[in-house]
């Protein structure tokens, strides 16, 4: 196997429990969370810093002036007057390609599928899910009451989408962005990894 699987998800969905059991299952490496400890070694920014800006947007973003800076690399002169959440997509950005390079793997968010989209050997998908199975998670595992979880997730899906729109040339969650797209709901945490297995195994059959 040399496939990488990007992960794109709704709030509740389960998106990186079926990640990361996928990841197990292959036995890859899983980058979710693990992705912001990678960048801020690489990049030299603190851990912190990198976790307050990570998938949050600003209204002031630039994406031309973020992608000319990119291609020039961290040295431009540019990148000293840069807003630090573009500083941390880029740095994340430079660490998806990194870890892209190393070999198979799945990463959860991030953009990863924007960033990969030059790589032949990229799956992209996308966990979505229905309201009341994804209210009903978020219950139990936050410990939240009803109206508190389906404002948590309300917050959490625009703060994604936002993000992703914003640096992406993609629409978060909308079909034609994925290469294939999962109701958990319907399928359960073990149904959506065994469907993604048979993809990636078409997908690699197929090369």
């Known amino acids: 196997m040399n496939t990488i699987i990007t992960i794109g998800r709704q709030f509740g969905s389960g998106g990186r429990e079926i990640g990361e059991t996928l990841a197990k299952e292959l ?4 980058y979710d ?10 990049s030299g920014f603190c851990e912190e810093m990198i976790k307050v800006h990570d998938e949050r947007p600003t209204n002031s973003f630039l994406y031309n002036l973020v992608m000319d800076t990119y291609s020039f690399g961290y040295n431009s002169a540019a990148m000293v007057d840069m807003p630090m959440s573009q500083k941390v997509f880029l ?12 070999g198979p793997c799945v990463i959860v968010g991030r953009c990863a599928d924007y960033a990969l989209a030059e790589y032949d050997n990229c799956l992209n ?4 899910g229905n309201e009341k199975c994804k209210i009903e998670r978020i219950m139990k595992k936050y410990e939240l009451p009803l109206q508190k979880a389906k404002d948590m997730i309300i917050k959490k899906d625009k703060q994604r989408q936002s993000y992703y729109n914003y640096y992406s040339s993609k629409k978060w969650g909308r079909a034609d962005s994925y290469d294939l797209s999962i109701n958990s709901s319907v399928l359960g ?6 469907l993604i297995k048979q993809f990636i195994m078409d997908f ?4």
């Open 27 to 30: 036995g890859i490496p899983f």
């Open 33 to 42: 969370r693990e992705l912001l400890t990678r960048a801020a070694k690489e």
């Open 204 to 207: 690699e059959e197929k090369k």
């Open 189 to 194: 945490v073990e149904g959506s990894v065994k």
């Open 91 to 102: 740095a994340q950005f430079d660490a998806i390609r990194k870890i892209a390079d190393e």
């Open 125 to 128: 998908i996308f966990i979505h």
